[in-house]
């Protein structure tokens, strides 16, 4: 009786470390880092390109219609707001992350999705800043 206790015991003393090393990780990594860095796991990185790839197929269909009075300019607007919401997600409000690809470019891409917006919503709608997004996308994963 006195041996299972004592295995007992240790698992759980173990079990507590291992949770505690693990809080530990994370509060060491949050005073080590600047405040407006984002640290980005990489199940995490790959979950939100894999939606941020996704939302750029529907943006550069939405746009591809040969004809630009085919396209609807609302559905452009909402899939280049996805595209910033997805964005926002990445980078967590700041512009440094652990992912230096994603740190060199984020910055330029926000803009480009803010700028093809402003396009889109002018009189008459202009497409082709978000078309440009899309082609971004290819010229930046190209050689990755």
């Known amino acids: 009786m006195n041996v299972i206790f004592k ?8 079990a507590v470390l291992l949770v505690s090393g693990i809080v530990g990780c994370s509060q060491i990594r949050q005073l080590t880092y600047p405040e407006d860095f984002t640290y980005l796991e990489n199940k995490q ?5 894999r939606e941020m790839g996704d939302s750029v197929a529907r943006l550069s269909q939405l746009v591809s219609k040969s004809s630009e009075t085919e396209i609807d300019s609302k559905q452009v607007i909402a899939s280049l707001s996805e595209l910033e919401s997805i964005t926002s ?3 967590g409000g700041h512009t440094e992350t652990n992912q230096l690809f994603i ?42």
């Open 103 to 144: 740190s060199e470019h984020i910055e330029q891409f926000v803009s480009d999705v803010g700028i093809a917006k402003m396009f889109v919503k002018s009189s008459p709608p202009n497409y082709s800043k978000a078309r440009d997004i899309s082609n971004s996308c290819y010229e930046c994963h190209r050689s990755r």
């Open 89 to 91: 997600r990445i980078i």
């Open 45 to 49: 990185v790959k979950g939100l390109m």
């Open 7 to 14: 295995s007992t015991l240790t698992n759980l003393l173990l």
